[in-house]
């Protein structure tokens, strides 16, 4: 028992030292690998990643992606310095590339380091749709969702490891790893993820907006998202992504306090 309490002390400590501020909501998120630590990893994952693919240049989408991303980036870099965030990005190394494959799939790690797929384009459709797509994935390593995740990572392999320690019956152990395991996951781990994915359609929403990219459509890309998928999601319980529905109520919703957000910095009119 001794043991067990040393533990979580030790916890304890980690993660009252251990906290960064989320600038969109103000609230402490869980940061037990610290930035300084994840991009120089980050970075240099990217690095490899683009090593073993192809990468597309010079291209009018080629083009139309980094045009995107720099844009994305300048709203981010505006927005976060109008509400008190000055210097937030400058660790950041912003990269964004066009890789040449069928997956629908787009992403950000953190640090700005920037992937879309070729596959993804068509349900993007036009330029906005891209903003759509980047927006919400820059919005997740501005948040830190990667590093939170991480925190989140360890604490539940924590948890494990403290139910091990506290139980001494080989039997009571096996049946609280079989039901720790789905708890943990079900319970806390895919709900956090949720979290994530609504949080991250919101910022992502206000960033476009900011950066001149009309935000009403976010609800078009995912109704073609939805209509992509051809009923092949699982239930949004057991999903680390809400479901398209929810999603796409979400944005129509917000879409007129992004609207708004975006006239605080002088944008009243959106491109085509």
Wanted: glycine residues 8%.
């Amino acid at each position: 028992m001794l043991k067990f309490k040393t533990i979580v002390s030790l916890l304890v400590i980690t993660l009252i030292y251990s906290c960064a501020t989320n600038p969109f909501t103000g609230k402490k998120t869980m940061a037990l690998v610290p930035n300084s630590d994840l991009f120089p990893t980050s970075f240099a994952q990217y690095n490899q990643f683009l090593s073993e693919h192809k990468v597309v240049t010079g291209t009018k989408d080629a083009q139309m992606i980094t045009r995107v991303g720099e844009r994305i980036a300048a709203a981010s870099e505006r927005w976060l310095n109008a509400n008190g965030y000055h210097g937030y990005l400058n660790d950041y190394k912003w990269e964004y590339h066009l890789v040449d494959d069928k997956t629908e799939n787009a992403w950000c790690m953190p640090g700005g380091k920037i992937v879309f797929y070729t596959g993804i384009l068509p349900v993007a459709k036009n330029e906005t749709g891209v903003a759509v797509i980047m927006g919400h994935e820059v919005a997740h390593a501005l948040a830190n969702h990667g590093q939170q995740r991480m925190s989140a990572g360890m604490l539940q392999q924590f948890g494990a490891v403290a139910g091990n320690v506290v139980l001494q019956n080989e039997s009571d152990r096996n049946l609280f790893n079989q039901y720790y395991g789905v708890g943990s996951q079900v319970g806390v781990m895919l709900p956090f993820s949720r979290s994530h994915e609504t949080e991250a359609d919101k910022i992502g929403l206000y960033i476009m907006a900011v950066a001149g990219y009309d935000p009403t459509e976010a609800a078009a890309l995912w109704q073609r998202m939805k209509a992509n998928s051809a009923g092949g999601a699982p239930p949004e319980i057991l999903s680390t992504h809400p479901s398209n529905d929810s999603r796409i109520a979400n944005l129509r919703a917000l879409a007129p306090s992004a609207i708004a957000e975006a006239k605080k910095f002088g944008v009243t009119k959106f491109r085509e």
